[in-house]
């Protein structure tokens, strides 16, 4: 069992995300310095032993800010992320539990989101209601929805030919106690995977957002924002577009490396039989 | 030649430590056909698997095999390549799964000559459509309408069997293994694949490996047997000799025919009629199919019916309707007297419970054997709950030959007559009157089968059980059944106490399906 959590990309994964997960965490009590602290008499420093990352055009140290950034790409991603699973893995169960109609309305429903592309009309969104983070989240986790029940309804379905279910509707068990005590648990690994990734996809698509403008406002500080404002300067002090874009490149890869990595110890169809 | 075509010899496989094969060894001659029996897990493909060097990803396999005298087990893996398909040629149980779904059966089988001699693609082809005629295709000219042609989803079972007895035995090997090479198909085409594989390995005078669960088959074929159990060879010898040690499985378990109840029956369907709407062409719907077609049943209290077809003969759809699952588009079923149906009421459903086919399939992997078992409990008027539960639990494992820390283990922890026995236990726990049984004893190997069936014929003494046995296996629906009923195509066709069906049929359909089963013991 052990064995199948040891591969390399897995690993790999789970370093970077930790990584990313305790920055969010240590930005809560403690950044190298103050993020809002504006210092216009160090500005532009290169990258050196008092702020490794190197200050922008206000000051403000780089490190600290990327730091106090994984904060924020953290809580937009996980909530939209909560959104699409909440949100998402009930409908996927009831398209697979009732089918017919109620199949047909849900994944036509989420053929309509697909077809749409997902970025623009996250700005469109947030054009609409006003930039900000919690816009973003919303506007992230509405596309994350379809994805989730998709997944749901795929795997659900196929679990509800099995005769375990027919023995439960035997035991007179409803289309909800069967989906919630037999088919949710049998999934929870794959919804596990697809959170992973959605997850990054989410970080992404923040990223994203705060680059236009439409993400979270300043001053909170946010990965996309920052490469927005390196742009240009970018060709005498590189570090502020380097180390931004550096930790969104890592954070994404890692996250995507977890997924893939959870997948190929989660999946049943690779599970190794006696 | 002299000595043996095949070896093994200490063949042992362990996989993470676990050992599933210990010192497993046996010999097949040339032109002799070796019957390889055990139930689901003994390590029976494991085996055929290791002889050809194709173990499970992380497996480690230690003894000896060899091939005419030639050791496979230190041959370079090039050179095995060669001995897979050349030398050893090997069918599978399903032969959907064998098979390419986008390449056309000609190529497929012409494939093989292209890979191993080197041939053209025209030579390769007539090569094949040799093949496929030997294995009982009329190929005749390429044509557009020729089988060559064909892709495997057109073809039926036994059809795509026979493709892949053409690609295993295309090379003429020395040696042929095949895995539950029937398991899928039908009673009536299964006797044609085995006689098909017999003639063509006597044919090229090539040894035969038939791996099965089912001593029926191997009586019928084998010179020799072999039985595995738990990954161990327990017995070897002709294969007369190893069933008479066995005796007759089904002894003891013949149901002393009980006088025809006259009450009033317990379960009763009139005019049944399941239909499924077809496949959708374009906007346009065709025809609905109809699953069951007017079906009349009627079970009395304590009976024990048989429910004979093959495999789409509308048997698991009626059982279905019968247990109120699905509604019927017409006619009605019956609960003492009461409509029965999608919409019955927890005491009824609590009075007609069942066991399934596949003692795999049938338990929620994630739930333990106590909750597993207690599913039903919640259709009873007042289900006993927390101790009581697990006591009433226990009791039922009892009952079925289990013990009590059964309760606190999962499924994949049991063996496959164990797991049947798990099953019954659930299908018991409400005090039911009426237990349908589909297919319940299929899987599993033949001793535990008769274990299986006595377990069964006991309960339905003790508990007044009636039963309905639905099975494609007329071995079984001899052995356990007082009253039988034939279907075909959604339809009974024939009907009436066992033992009457059984030595004259009537319908003609029956009489195939009697000649075609394979009998334990040869009169």
Do not use: C
Request: proline share 6%; glycine share 12%; no cysteine.
């Amino acid at each position: 069992m052990s064995a199948r959590f040891r591969s390399p990309g897995l690993l790999i994964g789970l370093g970077l995300t930790g990584l990313f997960l305790a920055a969010a965490a240590l930005s809560l009590a403690w950044t190298p310095q103050d993020v809002t602290q504006v210092d216009v008499a160090r500005r532009l420093l290169a990258p050196s032993g008092a702020h490794p990352f190197g200050t922008d055009h206000f000051g403000r140290d780089v490190l600290s800010m990327i730091i106090a950034g994984a904060r924020n790409s953290l809580l937009v991603a996980l909530v939209a992320v909560a959104i699409g699973l909440g949100l998402g893995a009930p409908l996927g169960l009831w398209a697979a539990a009732r089918g017919g109609l109620a199949d047909e309305l849900v994944m036509r429903g989420s053929d309509l989101v697909f077809a749409l592309p997902a970025l623009l009309l996250a700005i469109l969104f947030t054009a609409v209601l006003g930039p900000g983070a919690v816009n973003a989240i919303i506007a992230i986790g509405v596309f994350n929805v379809p994805v989730f029940a998709r997944v749901t309804r795929g795997a659900a379905q196929s679990l509800w030919t099995r005769d375990f279910v027919l023995a439960a509707r035997v035991a007179g068990k409803g289309r909800w106690a069967i989906s919630l005590g037999h088919i949710a648990p049998n999934i929870a690994g794959l919804l596990i995977v697809q959170a992973t990734i959605q997850f990054s996809v989410g970080v992404l698509a923040e990223a994203g957002l705060s680059y236009v403008g439409l993400g979270a406002q300043p001053p909170t500080p946010s990965w996309g924002r920052m490469l927005n404002d390196a742009q240009t300067m970018i060709g005498f002090a590189p570090w502020l577009a380097i180390f931004p874009g550096l930790a969104i490149a890592l954070t994404v890869l890692g996250l995507n490396l977890l997924g893939d990595g959870l997948r190929d110890a989660l999946d049943p169809r690779l599970e190794r039989r006696g | 030649m002299s000595g043996p075509l095949l070896t093994v010899e200490g063949l042992s496989l362990a996989l993470d430590g676990r050992p599933l094969l210990s010192d497993v060894g046996f010999e097949v001659a040339a032109g002799e056909v070796l019957g390889l029996v055990g139930e689901s897990g003994s390590g029976k493909s494991l085996t055929a698997l290791s002889v050809l060097r194709l173990p499970p990803p992380g497996a480690v396999v230690t003894g000896k095999v060899s091939l005419g005298g030639r050791d496979l087990m230190s041959l370079a893996e090039a050179d095995m390549r060669q001995v897979r398909g050349g030398e050893i040629g090997l069918i599978f149980q399903e032969p959907m799964t064998a098979l390419n779904p986008v390449m056309t059966i000609g190529d497929q089988v012409a494939e093989v000559f292209r890979l191993h001699r080197g041939l053209g693609r025209r030579e390769a082809l007539a090569e094949a459509a040799a093949a496929l005629a030997r294995a009982g295709f009329a190929t005749g000219q390429i044509t557009v309408d020729s089988p060559l042609l064909r892709f495997p989803h057109e073809l039926s079972g036994g059809q795509r069997q026979r493709v892949v007895i053409a690609m295993a035995t295309a090379l003429k090997p020395r040696l042929i293994l095949a895995d539950e090479p029937t398991t899928a198909l039908d009673v009536t085409t299964q006797a044609q694949i085995l006689s098909l594989l017999k003639s063509l390995a006597r044919e090229d005078g090539a040894g035969l490996v038939l791996i099965t669960h089912d001593l029926a088959v191997v009586a019928g074929m084998a010179d020799r047997v072999a039985v595995m159990r738990g990954g161990r060879v327990v017995e070897t010898g002709p294969t007369g000799q190893v069933l008479a040690g066995l005796g007759d499985p089904y002894a003891g378990i013949a149901v002393t025919p009980r006088p025809a109840s006259d009450g009033s029956p317990v379960l009763e369907a009139r005019g049944l009629v399941r239909a499924y709407p077809a496949a959708r062409r374009g906007w346009r719907r065709s025809e609905p199919v109809r699953a069951v077609g007017g079906v009349d049943l009627v079970l009395k209290p304590g009976e024990r019916l048989g429910l004979v077809g093959e495999s789409g003969s509308g048997k698991s759809t009626l059982l279905r309707a019968l247990l109120g699952l699905e509604a019927p588009q017409g006619g009605m079923i019956r609960l003492d007297g009461q409509a029965f149906g999608a919409r019955a009421t927890r005491g009824q459903r609590a009075a007609v419970q069942a066991v399934f086919q596949d003692p795999y399939g049938s338990f929620d992997p994630r739930w333990r054997v106590e909750d597993l078992v207690a599913e039903p409990l919640p259709l009873m008027a007042d289900p006993p709950r927390g101790a009581a539960r697990r006591a009433h639990v226990i009791e039922m494992l009892a009952q079925v030959g289990l013990p009590a820390e059964a309760a606190d283990r999962y499924a994949h922890q049991f063996s496959g007559g164990q797991r049947q026995r798990i099953a019954i236990a659930r299908a018991l726990i409400t005090g039911p009157r009426v237990v349908l049984l589909d297919e319940a004893v299929s899987a599993l190997d033949t001793p535990v089968r008769a274990e299986i069936l006595r377990l069964l014929a006991r309960l339905s003494d003790d508990l007044g059980l009636a039963y309905l046995f639905v099975t494609h296996d007329l071995t079984v629906a001899r052995a356990v059944t007082d009253r039988v009923m034939v279907m075909k195509a959604g339809k009974i066709v024939e009907e009436g106490p066992t033992a009457e069906v059984f030595a004259a049929p009537k319908h003609p359909y029956t009489a195939e399906l009697i000649a075609a089963t394979p009998r334990m013991l040869r009169p």
